[in-house]
């Protein structure tokens, strides 16, 4: 498929250099990421017929930008007009015309359909691993519910534009909330996210917490939700620490001094994952699921997830 030409310098941009360059948290994150390799990844891709394509790896970019600041399709269309920082990010001139918002969401629909977004944020795990950013002394489970952005259903007659959305009660206080849950798997130290799984929001933190351990970490850490005997011996088989937090039972209505030190210490190691979600959800603004269904709004939390990497790496290069 034929591509538009973008980044190619106008007369104003060779007069004056640095609306082309610069030394801003995009710019160093532009140089740090090995865009060439995500390139390859993106060439599997099938488009189908009609008008010349923007390059692969820049609608790449223009997502992860999507995602570092919360914007909607058509806020990124609108940011990606008025913004140096976002053309130079993406390679993009001042005279080159820019995607809008319904380009913006057919690739993402493409990258999902076509299963992508797993192959390219493993390549960006890869990328993280060889510049020796990732630890391994720990994964830190944790999950967090975030509401989508449709309404919610009013009686059996009246259903929720989300199909897949679901209600969960907040444990401790009074309400609900209806959409999805991220659950994620965190490195420990470092703070990258080496795993991450969206689930409608009914589903308990428990069910898909094997599939967040890497196999490679030197323990899990997770509070007494994740905690069972099966688990835990599984992971001991395995080599891994089982830093699971304990909880009463019938058997034991209160737990032991000893268990009660064991979950402070535990929850005092495991507390920096909530630092991954405050990032999300207050600094990248990812507090809705904007698109129904599970596949789009797990591909909204992969992308979420790719682009608080990068955040992060740019902040443990500076450090």
Known sequence: MVEKRTGQFSFVEALAPQLSSGSGRLDRLHDLVKWYRFEKVLSSLRHGGGRPAYPAVMMFKVLLLQSLYGLSDAETEEALS??????RFVGLSLSDGVPDHSTVCRFRNLLVEQGMLEKLFAELDRQLDKAGLILRRGTMLDATVIETSAARPDG???PSSDPDARFTRHQG????SFGY??????DQGSGLIRTAITTPANVNDTVPADDLIRG?????????AYHTHARQAALAARGIKPRL???PNKHHPVLPPRLKRYNRLIGYQRAAVETTFATLKRRMGQKVIRYRGLAKASAQMLLAAMAFNMRRWVALSTA
């Open 216 to 224: 490679d970490e030197r323990a899990v850490l997770a509070d007494a």
């Open 181 to 186: 849950k991220m659950h994620v798997g965190v």
């Open 173 to 176: 206080r009074q309400g609900s």
């Open 245 to 247: 937090m304990r909880r």
């Open 156 to 158: 059996p007659d009246r």
């Open 82 to 87: 008025d913004r140096l920082s976002f053309r």
